[in-house]
């Protein structure tokens, strides 16, 4: 479950194959940014968080960690190294290969890393070079 709140980031080994709680599964719960922790995120399941990404949605553009579901949700298959998904899921927006092109760098990074400790220390570099 993809929820902005979690204490744990998303990473590699949450996917298939890796040692998550429940591999193979990805939620993205469509809902305003306003509502989301009204929402609560009430799914049980491992919850993770996403790492530093940049917006590139038109209301958003530009903007660190505030994604839109069809970003987030993109973001997470390319930590869970499925970039080829990804691009079709983005390839639907006319502005979807900007968020790859914007965050190339982290989301590839971010797949490389073995657990959300890795995750999160890729993060800070990001953070502390803002």
């Excluded at 990473?11 to 929402?39: H, I, Q, Y």
Aim: net charge negative; proline share 7%.
């Amino acid at each position: 479950m993809l929820d902005p709140f979690a204490d744990r980031a998303l990473s590699p080994a949450d996917g298939p194959g890796g040692s998550g709680d429940d591999p193979g599964r990805l939620v993205a719960l469509d809902c305003s940014w306003e509502t989301a922790e009204a929402e609560a995120f009430r799914l049980d399941g491992p919850h993770r968080s996403l790492p530093f990404l940049v917006a590139a949605n038109p209301v958003n553009y530009g903007t660190p960690f505030q994604l839109n579901t069809v970003e987030a949700f993109a973001g997470a298959l390319c930590i869970l190294g499925q970039r080829k998904r990804a691009e079709t899921i983005l390839g639907k927006f006319n502005w979807g290969h900007t968020f790859l092109e914007l965050n190339e760098e982290p989301l590839r990074r971010y797949a490389e890393c073995a657990d959300s400790s890795e995750v999160v220390a890729v993060q800070s570099e990001y953070l502390d070079a803002g």
